[in-house]
């Protein structure tokens, strides 16, 4: 859910610049504008501010003519992100895509690539609020280190009820499948849920 709101609020901000692409730099204040996420945390605590990376991302690409689209395209620096976002996930062994892989994936954005399509880089936007991108990994193993601890103080004083495990269980599924589904219709963009199911909704982003 989290890295849903990220990547909407990537596409409000292309908007808000009247641009008619998302780029990887736009991803980035997605995932400051989402708020309540490890990424957004960690940027947090590493002094970044939503406005500052705003003002920062105007300045390098400016606003755009006004073109609006139903569907605003992501650039290959962009879906090259978002794969590789889905790959992070897999690497740490977990069953979701977070806004955490969404960063983690931009800090390491262009590795190993001798061009840059002509295009900006998250890592240049990051260097320019004064982030330290080496020090972001890190930032991010603590900060979901922490949320572990805090998930499983939670557990231990929540007792089993009527509302917990099948039911919830049922209803994360059942959320899953809506939002494929809204994919598939074009309505919106998701990015989350278990691995696979990103990797398929990244084919459909590609596509775009």
Do not use: C
């Not at 280190?145 to 099948?166: D, F």
């Not at 809506?178 to 990797?199: F, I, K």
């Amino acid at each position: 859910e989290k890295a849903i709101k990220a990547i909407m609020m990537a596409q409000e901000e292309s908007r808000r610049l009247n641009h008619n692409f998302v780029s990887s730099e736009m991803l980035l204040v997605g995932v400051i504008a989402e708020n309540s996420g490890a990424a957004a945390k960690v940027l947090r605590k590493l002094g970044v501010t939503l406005r500052k990376a705003q003002e920062e991302l105007e300045k390098d690409i400016g606003r755009g003519e006004g073109v609006k689209s139903v569907e605003i395209p992501f650039t290959p620096s962009a879906k090259r992100v978002l794969a590789d976002a889905v790959q992070e996930a897999q690497k740490l062994s977990s069953n979701t895509v977070d806004t955490a892989h969404l960063l983690l994936s931009l800090v390491n954005e262009g590795e190993g690539e001798s061009e840059n399509d002509g295009e900006g880089r998250a890592s240049n936007l990051l260097a320019k609020l004064g982030v330290d991108a080496s020090k972001v990994a890190q930032a991010l193993k603590e900060e979901l280190q922490e949320e572990k601890e805090r998930e499983k103080e939670t557990v231990s004083v929540s007792a089993p009820g009527r509302w917990g495990g099948e039911k919830k269980s049922s209803m994360l599924e059942e959320y899953g499948r809506d939002l494929t589904a809204a994919a598939e219709e074009g309505a919106m963009d998701p990015m989350v849920g278990r691995a696979d199911e990103l990797e398929r909704t990244i084919q459909i982003l590609a596509r775009r």
